[in-house]
């Protein structure tokens, strides 16, 4: 563009438009005022050809009368002798009275019939007068007698009429040319004669009107036959100085306006720029970031509501910005730092660290069962949860500490600087905020926390290693039951050795590698054996006998535990109805995970296996912990009330370390609670726990379910079961976890033998009664 500058275009824009606008107007006025002014020379013109029309007229008809007169008078007389002296003397005084010439005249008198003519001179002419009149006569105008005189004519010339005209025509006539014109056809510029003084006579020659041809003396037979024109020519010099006074103040005015408008155009664009740099400065402020625009400019106009909505909407922009830097570093329901600020905050503290020395640690804090506490209460009250523990750690914590949410029940702990001990204690205040329980809508709700711990730079010098071996420790933590735990080398070696296992499931379920073990229960009434529960261990060709509880947590996270549950519901099924055709009809009870569960087609794998080994679904009970009954509470009901109507029977594994309502447990078809071992263990030296199983034994019955006790590991144990009621139990007092061929073997010999298996259990069988505990 050529003109880059607003300001330049407005001031070319206005010029060119005053400019062309001016061209216009002084054309159109240039134009009007000529055709004015030749309208008005035209009038003028006309005025005066009347004037000297009837001049003429008037002349001509007192010309031709006296003419006449002297016909008359003269036709008998003798012809003038052109000796004779001064002839006109007499004749212009007493022959033609009344016209009032200017100078003699002089008259030319010729008789038909004698051919004789006399050219009568005025007696003052002197020689330049004579040519002139000489000439004259020659152009004069002739009368012919109407007497009976024939031949008898006269001429006078009109001579006087280029004399006494300008004084009749006025003194806009003057100088006026009367010209007197034979022919129209040919110009000849010798033979001029007009009234005009000798120096304007020399230049009108080749100035005569186009198409006019003067009088010369050879002309006058032309000019006699016929009419003679009459040139009037006029001085334009005054009307051409009045058109080019009018074009000197349309250019005054032109030259005028055209300042004008570049001084308003300057000021037009200069009120319509300095806005827009204003505006201009503003939005690249805003480009860079700064939203402090300047203080507001009070206009009324567009400009001034264009900078109106420019304030708005950086304030609106600086509003949304500040939002999104809150939802981009900060937690939207704890209002506590985020994942993406604590990772900042991390990596500051480790660059800060290798740079200038120094030492802190990181803490993952995860809440234990906080799942179930979203299913069973709703996600409202887990909320409520979550930001009572983000309010209760903000107040423990320093000012220089960094506790960050990073989702769901997952916290971080950045501890700045201090020794093991002061990390120590800060753990331990940590820990000391699960002491009382949340209030939960006047509902005191128990929530623990395990806690993992890595220091820098001990454990690690990269951001993201400190992180992974801190979630490692409190993994560690979370399966140890112990609260908190420091990262150690080998919980690299666990994690690794469970990615191992993971690579390893499906190859031990294609080649058998699974082993079932069941463990007797008995009645407390009369110390019957009546079922079994089946428990799974995985014999791994290079680490020997693995426990459930070091596999099946990550079968059931990696989805391998459907895999699992298959081989399970196969070889059980198949053990069962052997058992059943040797004539021991053997109740057995099968741990499933809470995937099964919400499977919709487990319940189609369950009926299968019963029909392929001839098994009668009263001799199967399923066991499902509560924690996996209230992952989908829903789905799970719907498969119990399936499995029910199949003839399955259903228990509810570790009652009592959940969260379920008992007004969900009453509507399930259940047929069997089940005491965790933790509170059997602790019920003789803890009256809380046994008054929970005193209490757990009383609502089964009252709901109509068989209650179960176990982890039974002392006769004390058992007694103290018998008095509250409770309907079975099993634990190591009873038996340990055995072969299918111990088993039959330990069911022979106690049918021989009607007493009760004995009850002393070694240290070896205690660690051996953890590994058999199903997971």
Known sequence: MLFKSLRERILVFFSLLIIVLQLV??????????????????????????????????????????????????????????????????????????????????????????????????????????????????????????????????????????????????????????????????????AVLNTLGLELRANIGSAAPSGAVLLQKEKLPQALLGDVPLLLLGNSSASVSDVDRQKSVLMLLMAAALLLTLLGGYALADELTRP?????????????????????????????????????????????????????????????????????????????GIRHGGNFSIAIMDLDRFKYINDVLGHEAGDYVLCEVARRLESVLRESDTVARLGGDEFAILLSGGSEYQVQAAVNKILDIFDEPVNLNGQPLDVACSIGIAHFPQHGEDASLLLRRADMAMYAAKRFNAGFSYYTPECDQHQEQHLSLLGDIKRAVEEDELQLHYQPKISLDNNEHIAVETLLRWQHPHRGLIPPQE??????????????????????????????????????????????????????????????????????????????????????????????????????????????SLAYVKNLSVNELKIDREFVSNMMHNAEDSAIVKSTIELGHNLGMRVVAEGIEHENEMELLKDFGCDQGQGFLISHALTANELEAWYRNRAESEQPVDGEVSNTSEDQARIDKSA
């Open 25 to 190: 107007s002084f054309s159109v006025l240039n134009s009007t005022a000529r055709d004015s002014e030749a309208r008005r020379v035209d009038a003028q013109r006309a005025a005066q050809e009347r004037v000297v029309a009837d001049i003429i007229e008037s002349r001509y008809v007192l010309l031709e009368s006296s003419l006449l007169s002297i016909a008359a008078t003269w036709q008998n007389q003798p012809l003038l002798q052109t000796s004779t002296a001064n002839p006109a003397a007499s004749f212009t005084a007493n022959n033609l009275p009344g016209l009032s010439w200017n100078k003699p005249n002089a008259v030319y008198l010729a008789h038909g019939n004698t051919q004789q003519s006399a050219l009568l001179w005025p007696a003052e002419a002197n020689q330049a007068e004579s040519n002139i009149l000489t000439t004259i006569s020659e152009l004069g105008a002739a009368a012919t007698s109407e007497h009976p005189v024939r031949d008898a004519f006269v001429y006078a010339n009109q001579y006087y009429l280029a004399v006494s005209l300008p004084a009749a025509l006025g003194e806009d006539a003057n100088p006026a040319t009367l010209t007197l014109v034979a022919s129209l056809n040919d110009l000849v510029s010798s």
């Open 276 to 352: 827009l740099k204003d505006l201009t400065r503003a939005a690249a402020q805003i480009k860079s970031g700064d939203y402090n625009l300047p203080a507001k400019q009070y206009r009324q106009d567009e400009i001034g509501q264009l900078a109106s909505t420019l304030s708005h909407m950086c304030e609106t922009i600086a509003e949304r910005e500040q939002k999104i830097i809150g939802l981009a570093y900060a937690d939207s329901l704890t209002c506590l730092p985020n994942r993406a600020l604590f990772d900042d905050r991390l990596n500051n503290a480790v660059s800060q």
């Open 551 to 660: 596999f099946i947590p990550f079968a059931e996270h990696t989805g391998a535990i459907k895999l699992i549950t298959r081989w399970l519901l196969v070889h059980a099924m198949r053990q069962c109805g052997r058992w059943h055709s040797q004539g021991l009809n053997i109740q057995m009870s099968l741990n499933i995970s809470a995937r099964d569960l919400i499977d919709p087609e487990f319940p189609t794998h369950v009926s299968n296996a019963l029909e392929e080994n001839n098994v009668k679904p009263e001799l199967i009970c399923l066991e499902i912990t509560e924690s996996a009954l209230m992952q989908d509470p829903a789905k799970a009901r719907r498969t119990i009330d399936v499995l029910s109507t199949m003839g399955i029977k259903m228990s509810i594994d570790d009652y009592g370390t959940g969260y379920s």
